[in-house]
């Protein structure tokens, strides 16, 4: 390879720009160049590109966001759209493409470099979500956990010198990675996630004994994926325990803002330099990620594989066992 196309797609993640630095640095460090892509599968579709230097990831490892920007593409997800891509990378001379986002990015990944398999790609996890198989952290979760985990903290501050019972829903389309984290961090009554599901009057029973037992506030976590949602939660709650102040507050994009931690940051760059150097090996339809300390590579197939993506056991056993 010579020329290699770095983009970041679909939700922004902290962590993005630290990868883009290492991405770009260790392939100008092999003798390759790279071309930035601006809002993902959409400036490889519009010819929205540009050469990238040294200089141009100077001061980025403590930016939230990415500074390519990203958007969720439909025109992508066509066979015109991807041929016009294909046209656009080749006159530019890309013969690889490093994607960092989640699963949409991925699957559009998949289908691109099956259609077109001169351009080898290769994918980073990059999704608040943490929800694909073969890494165990993607990036921007850490910092996002971190994120809600403080606003959490706040509500508890307020929700104690009331008296109330807050539903909090956070981030997670179809994931409860962040709220299994948040919810045993800041201590919540309960977690409601779409990998498991909560009977109402099971958590009625369970405020109402909170209450009985002298808890002054209570703090309930519903992931955005919950298939109850948290209105019609609180609403059923509400109807139940009268004597309960219950206000619902949703976290939404703040998630997935605010400067990356140290966590991420230094995933960004082990898996930007995976990257470059598993391209350079000649990988291609593969994802670099993070197991056991290690980084290995999954296919990409693999890792869009939601069947086998698991919540930690012993975090979903303590979840009710810690919050008597
Ligand atoms: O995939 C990351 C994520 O933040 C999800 O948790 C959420 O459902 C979705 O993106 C929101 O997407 P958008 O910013 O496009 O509304």
Request: proline share 2%; with cysteine.
């Amino acid at each position: 390879i010579s020329k290699i196309g770095v983009l970041t797609s679909g939700g922004d993640a902290p962590g993005m720009n630290p990868c883009i630095r290492a991405v770009v640095r260790t392939a100008l460090y092999n003798g390759l160049e790279v071309v930035g892509i601006r809002q993902g599968y959409k400036g490889l579709i519009d010819n929205d590109m540009y050469e990238m230097n040294k200089r141009s990831v100077s001061n980025i490892l403590n930016l939230g966001g990415t500074i390519l920007k990203t958007a969720r593409c439909l025109p992508f997800k066509t066979d015109e759209g991807m041929e016009i891509a294909y046209q656009n990378a080749k006159e530019r001379g890309i013969d690889a493409l490093v994607v960092i986002g989640g699963d949409g990015t991925f699957t559009g990944a998949l289908r691109f470099s099956r259609k077109y398999p001169d351009i080898a790609v290769m994918g980073v996890p990059g999704t608040i979500d943490n929800d694909l198989c073969g890494s165990t952290y993607t990036l921007g979760f850490d910092t996002a956990t971190n994120t809600v985990i403080e606003a959490i903290d706040k509500i508890r501050d307020t929700a104690d010198a009331h008296d109330r019972l807050f539903f909090i829903e956070v981030m997670g389309r179809d994931s409860g990675a962040i709220a299994l984290r948040a919810g045993i961090s800041c201590g919540a009554e309960a977690i409601l996630l779409p990998e498991r599901t909560t009977a109402i009057d099971d958590l009625i029973q369970n405020l109402k004994e909170g209450h009985m037992n002298k808890k002054s506030s209570s703090i309930v976590i519903v992931a955005e994926g919950d298939k109850n949602g948290v209105w019609d939660v609180a609403k059923a709650v509400q109807q139940e325990v009268k004597n309960y102040d219950i206000k619902v507050t949703i976290l939404g994009h703040l998630q997935r803002g605010g400067s990356p931690s140290s966590f991420d940051r230094i995933l960004g760059s082990r898996l930007g330099f995976a990257a470059v150097n598993a391209l350079i090996a000649g990988e291609s339809q593969k994802m670099v990620g993070l197991q056991a300390n290690q980084i290995l590579m999954t296919d990409l197939e693999q890792a869009l594989n939601h069947h086998e993506f698991k919540l930690e056991d012993d975090l979903l056993q303590m979840m009710d066992i810690l919050s008597i």
